[in-house]
């Protein structure tokens, strides 16, 4: 998806948004991995080794999954997983000729502007410049387009559109734009391995799935909420 985004099918940020947001951020073992309850081996070794690691048989609900029910973690889902995360955040946006794009409405620092994302919490992007420069930011696709408002300052701007990016002009050192939204809740039915998941969004965010189940149900976020 990053590569066909970034060879000009914009409509691919979306499905690089919402991966990066959902199932690789929960594919990863954090905290469960150093966990009482999680089904390993009685040896302290294990847990510490695989806190950090990216499951290699999950199902959008839960960690674990294989269908023989062996506890694996194979090496290359971990290397992948951590590449992935490394490369959403390199490409999050570019800087070129005075100009700074931002493809994807995550946080991130840079050089020239701190990006600040709010979801789920409220749909809000806020960009704060280190230097003068020009802007390009591409709204998610799911919201409404007469939902949008860009702010410098605080200051309402018009909507200028160049493709699926807003644009600016010019904005000074110390400033902050912002992109303000309406956030979408919605649900979703979709079967994997002949298994049904319910998964309850807001904006680009799962906040819940269904079946709450297995040895390590996973998008428990009642703190994002």
Do not use: K
């Not at 000009?8 to 199932?23: I, K, M, P």
């Not at 955040?89 to 050089?111: F, K, Q, V």
């Not at 990006?115 to 003068?132: A, F, K």
């Not at 904005?171 to 049904?196: H, I, K, M, W």
């Amino acid at each position: 998806a990053l590569l066909l985004a970034r060879a000009g099918y914009t409509d691919c940020w979306d499905d690089v948004d919402r991966f990066a947001r959902n199932q690789l951020l929960e594919n990863q073992f954090g905290a469960l991995a150093r966990g009482r309850d999680l089904p390993l081996p009685d040896d302290p070794t294990v847990a510490v080794a695989l806190a950090g690691a990216w499951e290699s048989f999950a199902l959008p609900y839960r960690l674990l999954a294989r269908p023989d029910d062996r506890r694996l973690v194979e090496g290359c889902c971990s290397a992948s997983g951590a590449r992935a995360l490394s490369r959403v955040w390199e490409h999050t946006l570019d800087y070129a000729a005075d100009t700074l794009t931002i493809h994807l409405g995550l946080s991130r620092s840079s050089p020239w502007a701190d990006v600040y994302s709010h979801e789920p919490q409220r749909g809000q992007l806020d960009i704060v410049l280190h230097v003068p420069l020009a802007l390009r930011l591409r709204p998610p696709r799911w919201a409404p387009p007469d939902g949008l408002t860009l702010l410098l300052d605080e200051v309402p701007l018009p909507l200028e559109w160049d493709g699926d990016y807003l644009t600016v002009a010019q904005a000074p050192a110390g400033a902050c734009l912002s992109l303000r939204y309406p956030l979408l809740d919605r649900q979703e039915g979709f079967a994997v391995n002949a298994e049904t998941t319910l998964a309850f969004w807001r904006g680009g965010t799962v906040l819940d799935v269904l079946p709450d189940s297995g040895p390590v149900p996973i998008y428990r976020r009642d703190r994002l909420a």
